[in-house]
């Protein structure tokens, strides 16, 4: 089974940032993403990043401003979130696929963790 565990989450205003980490041990074999989902609204894929350091995807919504990336060497996964704006609040989900390719595909998203919250507010 795979576990991915999130962390990070929390409040700030608007332009500010916030960083959130997920930790997992599948992170040199899966496709590795952050997904998003407000109240009343549908889970959307925000960045993924495919596994040992290959290209990431993004979001318009949130191009320019979110940066995700992986350390390898401490299994972990991070978004980096700047310029934040109140539309990003949101329950924050860290996911992983296989196969190691084609991560841009969100829909095939099908390992998750338990979320954290991230408020923003104006």
């Known amino acids: 089974q795979v576990q991915l565990v999130e962390s990070g989450g929390g409040s700030a205003q608007a332009g500010g940032s916030l960083r959130l980490s997920c930790a997992t041990s599948?992170?040199?074999?899966?496709?590795m993403a952050w997904f998003r989902q407000a109240p009343g609204q549908e889970r959307e894929g925000v960045a993924a990043?495919?596994?040992?350091?290959?290209?990431?995807f993004y979001a318009d919504s949130v191009k320019g401003r979110f940066t995700i990336s992986q350390d390898n060497a401490n299994n972990t996964v991070y978004l980096q979130m700047n310029s934040l704006k109140p539309e990003d609040t949101a329950m924050y989900y860290c996911?992983?696929?296989?196969?190691?390719?084609?991560?841009?595909?969100?829909?095939?998203?099908?390992?998750w963790g338990q979320g954290t919250q991230v408020t923003v507010s104006s």
């Open positions: 599948v992170i040199k074999t899966h496709c």
């Open positions: 996911a992983a696929k296989q196969p190691r390719f084609w991560c841009n595909r969100f829909a095939a998203y099908d390992n």
């Open positions: 990043i495919s596994a040992r350091d290959g290209p990431t």
